[in-house]
């Protein structure tokens, strides 16, 4: 690991995955499936939803076309992807909790261009080019190696298809980013108490300890493979929506170039 300019908070060391086990992370979210939507509302106010839809829109998907949804949780972001893609499209939802693909597939089971299954982000068990859109929605967290996490989504998306992140960020300036990440340390593991599940929450703001900030998980995402990528900040800058175009010979090295435009509303 190193240290990178404007790393994600001070005096932390900028990782380039998840150091705690996947069979911790796994069984933490077996254990707050029951409770993890009431609680994702309750920390931000609501405006989960909306930032979701603001994911689906920066996909660009359309009537008939598919999308892969990692990390999938309870399927909030699937079905919000079912939606755009209509009854004729394909969207799969996966993640590694069985608790949490169990109770996404019984909340959404009349959505018939909606399916979920146990899968790994990283050893994602589709052909090259399955899809025409994959996202992960506060997720990336989570997994052991942020870059590989993006390879595979790029691998399994047609040229010309987007890869879509949307992610918690520490927001500037440095003094609210201050702010919200203290603020955060304390009250997600409230919330979680509060919904009877113990400090199981108190993981959440352990996860963003020396996770790559906006500009650098950008630069993540050129490095595996993505073109034109862009981002901006949501819900007063502690929400980043990244995408990424994913372009032919994927497997190519591309070279990264410029400033992070932003992604427009």
Not at 21 to 35: K, Q, W
Not at 110 to 132: R, T
Not at 138 to 165: H, I, Q, T
Not at 224 to 252: F, M, S, T, W
């Amino acid at each position: 690991m190193s240290r990178h300019a404007g790393d994600a908070g001070d005096g932390a060391v900028e990782r380039t995955g998840n150091e705690i086990p996947e069979a911790d992370v796994t069984a933490m979210f077996d254990a707050i499936a029951p409770v993890y939507d009431r609680v994702n509302t309750l920390m931000t106010a609501g405006r989960d939803h909306a930032w979701r839809r603001a994911a689906v829109r920066a996909t660009a998907l359309g009537s008939g076309d598919s999308a892969l949804d990692v990390a999938s949780g309870t399927g909030r972001l699937s079905a919000l992807l079912a939606e755009a893609v209509g009854p004729f499209g394909r969207v799969v939802g996966v993640d590694l909790s069985e608790e949490m693909i169990r109770r996404a597939t019984g909340d959404h089971r009349d959505v018939v261009q909606l399916a979920f299954q146990v899968a790994n982000a990283l050893e994602l068990p589709f052909p090259d080019a399955s899809f025409d859109a994959a996202t992960i929605g506060f997720g990336l967290r989570n997994l052991a190696d942020y870059r590989a996490g993006f390879s595979e989504m790029a691998r399994v998306v047609k040229p010309g298809g987007r890869v879509v992140c949307l992610e918690l960020t520490l927001p500037h300036p440095r003094v609210w980013g201050r702010f919200f990440q203290a603020s955060f340390r304390r009250f997600a593991p409230l919330a979680g108490r509060l919904a009877g599940v113990g400090d199981a929450y108190s993981y959440l703001p352990e996860s963003l300890e020396g996770f790559p900030d906006a500009d650098r998980l950008a630069q993540t995402m050129i490095e595996a493979g993505l073109a034109d990528v862009a981002y901006r900040r949501l819900g007063l800058g502690a929400v980043a929506l990244h995408v990424g175009r994913v372009p032919a010979g994927i497997h190519r090295a591309t070279e990264s170039a410029g400033a992070t435009p932003t992604v427009p509303a």
